[in-house]
C-alpha cells in the first residue's frame, strides 16, 4: 500500500522512510497536497536491465541473403 508523505518529511526522515521500503509497496512524495513523484522499492530478483528470454520471438526475421559476402562497391561506399 503506497504511503504518501510531504518533500519535509522526506528530508527529515529519508533514511527510515527508504528502510521502510523493504515493507511497503511504494512511497508518494506530494507537494501543496499534489503527488510529485514515486519512489519504489527494487527487486533483489537481477539486474533491472537484465535480458529476458523470448523477449524477441517471433518479432524478428532475417532475409535469405543474410550470410551472404557484401560486394566490394558497398565497403567502397559505391551503392
Excluded: H
Amino acid at each position: 500500500m503506497p504511503r504518501t508523505v510531504t518533500i519535509k518529511e522526506l528530508q527529515e526522515r529519508a533514511p527510515e522512510l527508504l528502510a521502510a521500503l523493504t515493507e511497503a509497496d511504494e512511497i508518494i512524495i506530494a507537494d501543496s497536497g499534489a503527488p510529485r513523484a514515486r519512489i519504489r522499492a527494487v527487486s533483489n530478483s537481477g539486474p533491472a536491465n537484465s535480458p529476458k528470454y523470448g523477449f524477441w520471438a517471433g518479432q524478428m526475421i532475417d532475409s535469405d541473403d543474410f550470410d551472404q559476402v557484401l560486394p566490394d562497391s558497398f565497403w567502397l561506399g559505391e551503392e
